[in-house]
């Protein structure tokens, strides 16, 4: 795909939220019948307080901190529509976590390193400065017009390495492992799959 001019907004319901290990993300039939189910590591922006219409200058004044995220994908789903709620939002498909870590301890995120491990070979390995767009940017983005409330969780996106890049695809399935590393500070966010049955 090409580079975007805009940060690519979709929305996850509430339901697609999963905790870190030893909480599972159960694979659903649809997405096991294409072997699609696709990783991808990201960093977790939180937002602290009410934002909106906020500028770039002014975006980490409204962050609480961050954590880290697998916005876990079923490929052909999302390859097949224009919107990707869908394809990202089943049951579990967002497991954040292990923490949240204070803004006065990353006032910079730019500066995080991200690695996306599955089953322990490394996959994603790069800096946050990598991103499409900055924090800032992004938080600034999305308060244009829209209010983020106090909780409001908005993932970064992902770098190089997702399951799709690889021939063969390394696609996850059930047994599987992934870990998402951010440091420093935020420490690792592990997931087991499991198929669903």
Do not use: H
Request: net charge negative; hydrophobic share 35%; charged share 20%.
């Amino acid at each position: 795909m090409g580079l975007p001019e805009v940060p690519t907004v979709f929305m996850k319901p509430a339901t697609s939220l999963a905790d870190p290990y030893p909480s599972p993300t159960i694979i659903p039939k649809s997405t096991l019948q294409d072997d699609c189910c696709d990783y991808e590591s990201e960093l977790v922006i939180v937002i602290g307080k009410k934002c909106k219409d906020v500028s770039e200058a002014e975006a980490l004044d409204y962050v609480l901190g961050y954590t880290a995220a697998n916005d876990v994908s079923s490929r052909t789903a999302q390859l097949a529509q224009t919107q990707w709620s869908y394809s990202k939002g089943f049951d579990g498909a967002c497991p954040i976590g292990p923490v949240i870590v204070s803004k006065q301890l990353v006032p910079d995120p730019a500066w995080l390193k991200l690695r996306g491990l599955k089953n322990g070979k490394v996959m994603q390995d790069c800096g946050i400065d990598d991103l499409i767009f900055s924090v800032p940017r992004i938080v600034s983005f999305l308060s244009q017009g829209t209010t983020l409330p106090p909780g409001t969780i908005i993932l970064t996106g992902t770098p190089a390495g997702i399951g799709f890049s690889f021939s063969p695809k390394e696609y996850l399935r059930g047994g599987d492992e992934f870990a998402v590393e951010i440091s420093p500070y935020i420490g690792t966010l592990s997931t087991k799959f499991e198929a669903e049955k």
